[in-house]
């Protein structure tokens, strides 16, 4: 049923491409009803493999000279993932519903870019996942290089350059998997068997972990990501937030973890409290934590505050993977969808509702406009999307967040209590940011209160009132109700843990 989704994406993008230009509006809907029909089948897959371990969807050899198999399978990781890149899509459509340049070829490239994620989470073989996640590269450059703002040009190719680096890393660490391994193939539930000598996975271990931790928005390799945000257009952002860097910490759990656990064994020796790999990420993610919101703290521009913001919360996925417990590794996976929820959200309020409309991301300059009455409806959901994301109970980040907390502190509570520096400063930028852009007090020149009365701020459209209620809704259900997402997430994770997870 799952793989129905890649199908479908992928022949949504190439009708897509054949729709005449001058019909901007087959092409929404077409768009649309895909993206509707993916959701459709996520939701249906997720609901059938509640209870279910890992299940086999398609096995056909592929390249047999290789032992290379056309694999796809799911178990609860890749299905609360799958699940995550449905939501994404139907919302990503709907707050593109304004998009006039080359509309068909938008649509094509977006859906393109969702078969490839959608490949990605449900492959099970080394092979095939490496060729999905290459594919999800192309798209995300011409959507950004093609319908991009600011600095466009400079930011597709930072980011594609970044993510060739990793996806180089990754290959060359998969090729010495597969020529070590001496399986005659590439399933990942074949090579997670593999008697890999210790020698061998502390040297590939950390290859392939960066390779993709590189495209999750690790510190010091994550200036791409606000780069890349900043400049992408809306629904290219809360791609970029939602779903992409999530198939970085995706491969880093997969095929980083999944592949080589023995390459995060101490190494005999330690320098200041560093003696594995695992130390080594660990305090690469808090750093990644405290800096991204730091950063954030500092921002004038709003959509650089999210971008920022993003990394810093990704932090939190790298450090729950980290604690190598079940309660903080379901933690990292619990905040991948959380955040690709709740980062999508924020980036469609700034770029999509309020930069639409006010034509500037200055908070300075959106000091003096007052959206708080003049948007409510903008002000308001930043409110409860911000809260969320800073953990407030109820919602999807609080759950995710304590859980990785509570990991890290059975590893070494010094962890948590430097990530709490992160959060609190994070509490501090998202107040600013909400007071500065929604609620400042700041006196209103005459100028200004002459052009807001003779140019009014549009009507919030129905695609934008869907999509913060499908948005604002997902991170509310998980938050309510998480028992159902954690039962589904644990046997994945216990079993990975168990060295069968693959």
């Given at each position: 049923m799952l793989a129905w989704s890649i199908y479908l994406s992928f022949a949504g993008a190439l009708l897509l491409a054949l729709v005449p230009k001058d019909k901007p509006a087959l092409a929404r809907w077409l768009a649309l009803a895909v993206a509707v029909a993916g959701l459709a089948l996520s939701v249906a897959g997720f609901i059938a493999g509640m209870g279910q371990g890992r299940m086999i969807i398609v096995d056909l050899l592929w390249v047999p000279s290789m032992g290379i198999h056309?694999?796809?399978?799911?178990?609860?990781?890749?299905r609360v993932l799958v699940l995550l890149t449905g939501l994404a899509a139907v919302a990503g459509i709907l707050f593109s519903w304004d998009i006039e340049h080359r509309t068909n070829e938008f649509f094509a490239f977006?859906?393109?870019?969702?078969g490839g994620v959608y490949g990605v989470f449900l492959s099970f073989?080394?092979?095939?996942?490496?060729?999905?996640?290459?594919?999800?590269?192309?798209?995300?450059?011409?959507?950004?290089?093609?319908?991009?703002?600011?600095?466009?040009?400079?930011?597709?190719?930072?980011?594609?350059?970044?993510?060739?680096?990793?996806?180089a890393m990754v290959l060359i660490g998969l090729l010495a998997a597969y020529a070590t391994s001496g399986s005659h193939s590439t399933s990942l539930i074949d090579l997670g068997h593999a008697n890999f000598s210790v020698g061998f996975q502390m040297w590939c271990f950390p290859l392939v972990f960066i390779g993709f931790a590189i495209l999750?928005?690790?510190?010091?390799?994550?200036?791409?990501?606000?780069?890349?945000?900043?400049?992408?257009?809306?629904?290219?952002?809360?791609?970029?937030?939602?779903?992409?860097?999530?198939?970085?910490?995706?491969?880093?759990?997969?095929?980083?973890?999944?592949?080589?656990?023995?390459?995060?064994?101490?190494?005999?020796?330690?320098?200041?409290?560093?003696?594995?790999?695992?130390?080594v990420f660990a305090i690469l993610a808090i750093l990644g934590i405290v800096y991204g919101a730091l950063v954030a703290l500092a921002q004038t521009d709003f959509k650089f505050v999210i971008g920022y913001s993003s990394v810093s919360h990704m932090g939190f996925v790298l450090l729950g993977l980290m604690t190598l417990n079940q309660i903080g590794m379901t933690g990292a996976v619990m905040q991948m969808f959380s955040h690709g929820i709740l980062a999508g959200l924020l980036f469609a309020i700034v770029g999509r509702i309020v930069y639409a409309r006010t034509h500037t991301r200055q908070l300075a300059d959106l000091e003096q406009l007052h959206l708080s009455k003049r948007l409510p409806f903008a002000a308001w959901a930043f409110v409860i999307a911000g809260m969320a994301s800073m953990g407030l109970p109820g919602f999807s980040g609080f759950v995710a967040e304590l859980q990785v907390l509570v990991g890290a502190w059975m590893v070494k509570p010094w962890w948590v209590a430097a990530?709490?520096?992160?959060?609190?400063?994070?509490?501090?930028?998202?107040?600013?940011?909400?007071?500065?852009?929604?609620?400042?007090?700041a006196p209103s020149t005459p100028h200004q209160l002459e052009q807001d009365q003779e140019h009014p701020l549009a009507a919030i459209t129905w695609p934008e009132v869907t999509g913060v209620a499908l948005w604002g809704g997902a991170s509310l259900w998980v938050g309510r109700s998480p028992r159902s997402r954690l039962a589904t997430i644990e046997p994945a994770v216990q079993a990975l843990l168990a060295g069968g997870g693959q």
């Open positions: 056309y694999l796809l399978a799911d178990d609860g990781i890749s977006f859906l393109a870019l969702i073989d080394l092979f095939l996942l490496f060729v999905f996640y290459e594919i999800a590269i192309v798209p995300k450059y011409f959507l950004i290089a093609i319908w991009g703002s600011t600095r466009r040009e400079y930011a597709a190719m930072k980011l594609a350059l970044y993510s060739f680096v990793g996806s999750a928005g690790m510190w010091p390799f994550h200036t791409w990501a606000p780069t890349g945000h900043v400049a992408a257009p809306t629904a290219a952002s809360m791609l970029l937030a939602g779903v992409v860097m999530k198939l970085g910490a995706y491969g880093c759990l997969r095929a980083g973890i999944g592949l080589f656990p023995h390459g995060l064994d101490p190494w005999g020796v330690s320098f200041l409290g560093v003696g594995s790999w695992r130390d990530a709490g520096v992160g959060i609190v400063v994070g509490v501090a930028y998202t107040w600013r940011a909400m007071q500065k852009a929604f609620f400042s007090d």
